[in-house]
C-alpha cells in the first residue's frame, strides 16, 4: 500500500441524541473511475451539481463532434475529471454541510480516519464550533465523536 494524504471533512449530526458528529475523509489522489465513467461516477457519489455540469459539458463535447479538435477537448475534459474529481467531491460535502477540518494521511481510509481521532485526542486538531458553541453559548450536552459507518458499541 501507498502512504495518501486525506482531506477530514466534519458536520454535526442532528439526528444523534448525544450531539456527535460524522467524519469524511477524502483521499487527495487521481480518480479513474470519474475519468472513465464521468458523470454517472459523479451519481454514484451523490454528487448532483457535478454530476449535471458534467453531462452538459459532455453532451455539449457531443455537439461539437464535427469540430477537428473536439477529441482533443474531450480527451482534456475526461483527464480534467480525473485530476478534480476530489476537489469536487470535498466540494460537493461542503454543500452538504460539512467543514473541512484538517489534512491527515494514512495507508487507507481507515488508518486516516484513525489518525484524525489520535490529532483529535491529542489537541493537535481542533473541531469546528457548532450550533450554541459556535454562538458563544455553553453547549447543552459534551461532543460524542462518531465516525460515518463505525459500528454502534
Same mark, same amino acid.
Given at each position: ?6 482531506? =477530514? ?19 487527495? !489522489? ?34 461539437? #463532434?464535427?469540430?477537428?479538435? =473536439?477529441? &482533443? +477537448?474531450?480527451?482534456?475534459?475526461? +483527464? @480534467?475529471?480525473?485530476? *478534480? ?7 460537493? +460535502? *461542503? ?13 487507507? !481510509?481507515?488508518? #486516516? &480516519? ?6 483529535? #485526542?491529542?489537541?493537535? +486538531? ?6 450554541? !458553541? ?6 447543552? #450536552?459534551? @461532543? ?7 459500528? *454502534?458499541?
Amino acid at each position: 500500500m501507498s502512504y495518501k494524504t486525506y482531506t =477530514a471533512y466534519v458536520r454535526p449530526v442532528t439526528e444523534v441524541a448525544d450531539n456527535g458528529i460524522d467524519v469524511v475523509v477524502v483521499p487527495d !489522489e487521481f480518480s479513474f473511475g470519474a475519468m472513465i465513467f464521468g458523470p454517472v461516477w459523479a451519481l454514484f457519489h451523490q454528487m448532483w451539481i457535478v454530476a449535471g455540469i458534467l453531462a452538459i459539458l459532455y453532451l455539449f463535447l457531443l455537439f461539437l #463532434a464535427d469540430f477537428q479538435g =473536439a477529441g &482533443l +477537448l474531450f480527451l482534456g475534459m475526461i +483527464l @480534467v475529471s480525473g485530476f *478534480e474529481a476530489m476537489t469536487w467531491k470535498g466540494w460537493s +460535502l *461542503e454543500k452538504k454541510g460539512y467543514i473541512a477540518t484538517g489534512i491527515v494521511g494514512g495507508d487507507d !481510509e481507515f488508518t #486516516a &480516519l484513525r489518525r484524525f481521532y489520535q490529532l483529535l #485526542a491529542a489537541g493537535d +486538531l481542533s473541531l469546528p464550533r457548532f450550533g450554541a !458553541e459556535a454562538k458563544g453559548q455553553a453547549p447543552h #450536552a459534551p @461532543v460524542a465523536i462518531k465516525s460515518a459507518g463505525s459500528p *454502534e458499541k
